[in-house]
């Protein structure tokens, strides 16, 4: 089956620092990635995402780029800012798929940033 | 445009007892889908619904789980009787196709106690 591994947290940080969060899957075919973000007290929310593979998603200043090599889809931020502390998850969905089109995600990361 | 709204944000409860969980997706979105977080592990994927039809029941934990979504507008989540295990964070989320991006909800923190 399908699944997402990412790294655990907390990953603490100080302001302006750079951050990598490693995420890598394991799934038949060729899944969408995701990025998703959520912010204290909010929900998820759709960071990035790549659809095939070497696509690099992009937003906030935040990026990733699907490696089908290496079945990974590393998060990175060159300057991480105090409102960028919040869990991010990693997730793959296989769309056009009779087996569903639900999202598997990783176990979140926890990221906190300190001025 | 709204998003995702769910109802109640908090819920604590006495094992045994019976729960409700409500998810009003965003209007025009036929594919529903409930997820949950349990003791800060990977959020995994309970049912999906198109329209009032339940297309994946899959991720049902057990029987003490009901979801349903009449007239395929809101949906509920019914737990019954609750367990301590089911403590968690319930999100759910909807998407105007099913291969579309999918919104999420706030999610419900659901304690069992």
């Known amino acids: 089956g399908n699944s997402v591994t990412q790294m655990e947290g907390p990953v603490t940080l100080s302001e302006e620092a750079f951050l990598t969060i490693n995420c890598t899957y394991t799934a038949t075919g060729y899944p969408s990635l995701f990025w998703y973000v959520q912010y204290p007290g909010e929900g998820l929310q759709l960071l990035l995402k790549a659809t095939k593979a070497d696509d690099k998603g992009s937003n906030k200043g935040f990026e990733a780029t699907y490696r089908k090599e290496t079945t990974s889809f590393h998060l990175e931020k060159g300057s991480v800012q105090v409102s960028d502390s919040a869990v991010y998850f990693c997730a793959l969905i296989h769309l056009n798929n009779n087996a569903g089109n639900m999202l598997t995600f990783g176990g979140g990361t926890r990221l906190m940033v300190k001025p | 445009e709204a998003g995702v709204t769910q109802f109640p944000s908090h819920s604590v409860i006495e094992k045994g007892q019976t729960v409700t969980l409500r998810c009003d997706p965003i209007?025009?979105?036929?594919?529903l889908y409930w997820y949950r977080r349990v003791m800060g592990k990977e959020i995994k994927f309970l049912l999906h619904f198109v329209k009032e039809s339940k297309q994946d029941e899959s991720g049902m934990p057990n029987n003490r789980f009901l979801a349903e979504r009449t007239g395929g507008t809101y949906s509920t989540l019914k737990v019954q009787p609750a367990e301590l295990e089911d403590s968690g964070v319930y999100f759910c989320?909807?998407?105007?196709?099913?291969?579309?991006?999918?919104?999420f909800g706030p999610g419900t923190r659901l304690t069992v106690t």
């Open positions: 989320a909807s998407s105007q196709d099913s291969g579309r991006e999918q919104y």
């Open positions: 209007s025009g979105h036929d594919n």
